[in-house]
């Protein structure tokens, strides 16, 4: 299933960045959550070869599509994580592919076709990107921490949104939104950067960097310091040596 995922990623990604310059159809889910028809077609493809490869797996992807299987797998997809970069032509988007083992994320592979990098993790068995093993930073404090979010389309939240930003603005060495949950979570696997939060999240938006962080040797919660909960939507991930520092700005009450 891994070497499987990372062929579909990989094809589904070249397709993505053939297309790039072409011409893309945008409609919109919500006031600002948009799809385009690169988001359809890329789906489509992942989705039909994983209906012919393993008929019995449970399928979840974006773009409208869900079916129960009847196995312990379910595949869990982003056919374009970044949609708005994409849409910008902004270089910074993926494939994610995951696959679950009774709800619990076993394999996962982010695919950005345009800087040539694939991230990939199966549980157990180590982080790699395009082939060479990763692993968090070394980073202790967040004076000296690079911690990545991002936005919800819905904004209903906007105190508390706006309180965990300032909260960590002032204790780290800088913020960046980047624009995909993915791709944060592979950087924050592979050391660039030392933590990554964000809420309003959904299972396709995590489950992949999850298992390639934990691999890696980082840490993931929910925003309270609960167990990470896929379901759930919000996300606290880190190198697990600033966790609790980062973790602490999510409180409302500080
Ligand atoms: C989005 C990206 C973005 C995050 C949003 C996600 P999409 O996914 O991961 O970085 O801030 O919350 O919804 O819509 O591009 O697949
Ligand atoms: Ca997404
Ligand atoms: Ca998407």
Redesign the pocket.
Known sequence: MLDFSIRLATKAGDYLKDNLEGEITIEHKGRIDLVTNM?RLSQERIVSEIERAYPDHGILA?EGFSKKGTSAFTWVI????G?NNFIHRIPFFCVAVAVLKDGEPLVGVCRNPVSDETFWAQAGRGAFKNGAPIRVSQTRRMIDSLIATGFPYDHDDMASLLGRFERVLRKARGIRRMGSAALDLCMVASGSLDGFWEQGLKP?DMAAGVVILREAGGAVTCLDGSPFDLERGDIVASNARVHEELQGCMRDDR
């Open positions: 988001d974006e982003d056919p374009i994580d949609t396709w």
